[in-house]
């Protein structure tokens, strides 16, 4: 076989095989297959598209790149969850520990923020000592004792996607539904979670613009998974503004932490139980999705999930005394709230724009390995379809200094759109793929 004549059968629209597929991938994560080629062959797959059946494959072949986990020596089944990516998403940090209250075991390797969408393991790394770099052995040893681990993604899961997606990144092939659910599954897949509930994001703050577009991912995602022989099932949620208020690493875990005590806004308190209750269905906790959430409610309701919450941050090496008050989490020296300057609905809130200026404070990286400001971001105050007067607080930026409190005022208010006509609010969710 010669790479050559893999990709000019690609570029001429035919189905590849599973062992060319293999062969590929194989040969890329070998360092015998250059990046030149690789780079030809993900622009024939973004141009000509794939068929399930190569998906597939592909996901198999990435996955089984480097190391597999399999958890069913430790625990019955393992939970997992995925987010396609968002702007003031931090529902591992409530869901995880609301499933494991409910005594499913959990075990999830969380991912960076990179451009304006947050990654978990920042959020996480805002607690002092908390340890997002665990070896194999102890995610195993935790995940059988203790039922919830949230850690880093080991160096050997998947390598051939992580040297793919980079490859992506700069030849302008992310943007492809068949190689993002492959990349997705092939991660999920080698970590060994046997039933994952995906929330797939759809809006300006999302990878996926249209509906359409999410359905098909979904779909995909949830196809591999059951090929693979894993439950799964997908939510579709809106990503068109921030979820919660809060934006930013330190602030997102005191927002976490006041949901896990049954408080905090209550469109990322009920997207929270939504993810969970099919979380628990999926696991066999529950037998439908009404029970589940009752159950996700109760362990918020007891105390359950705040106790599971600070094991884990306990035994993960965190300073507990960071989240049993959270005023102690990084601030940053600069905190200012602003003013409507219009009165009337608000009728948009861009995501992106948000998460953007969060990246422009210091709280995300503009590229890999960039170190961020954990102290830093914004507190959005309102949602979409909600009236507001002129005068009335509108968002509070936590900056370092003054010039990026400026900065990043000019860029939230132009994320903000009024109307005279009363909005309808934005729906949380619009459809669930099983
Ligand atoms: N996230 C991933 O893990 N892979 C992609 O291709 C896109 C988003």
Known sequence: MRAVDIIIKKRDKQELSGPEIEYFIRGYTAGEIPDYQAA????AVLINGMTSRETTDLTLAMAYSGETLDLSRVVSIALDKHSTGGVGDKTTLVVEPIVAACGLPVGKMSGRGLGFSGGTLDKLESIPGYRTNLTTEEFLQQLAEDGLVLTGQTADLAPADG???ALRDVTGTVQSILLIASSVMSKKIAAG??????????????????????????????DIAHLADRKAVALLSDMNQPLGHAVGNAME???????LHGNGPSDFRQHCLEIASHMLVLGGKAETDTLGRKLAQEALANGTAWERFKRLVVRQGGDVRFVEEPQRLPQAPLIRMVESP?????????AREVGETAVTLGAGRARKGETIDHAVGIEILHKVGDFVQAGQPLFVVHARNEADFEAACQQLLAAHRWSHEAISPLPHFYGVIR
């Open 40 to 43: 030809a062959w993900a622009m």
């Open 163 to 165: 040297k793919l997606y």
């Open 193 to 222: 979670g046997q039933a994952i509930v995906l929330d797939v994001k759809v809006g300006l703050g999302a990878f996926m613009q249209t509906l359409d577009e999410a359905r098909s991912l979904a779909r995909l995602m949830v």
């Open 253 to 259: 875990v005191r927002e976490a932490i006041d949901t």
């Open 342 to 350: 219009d009165s009337g609905y608000i009728e948009r809130i861009d």
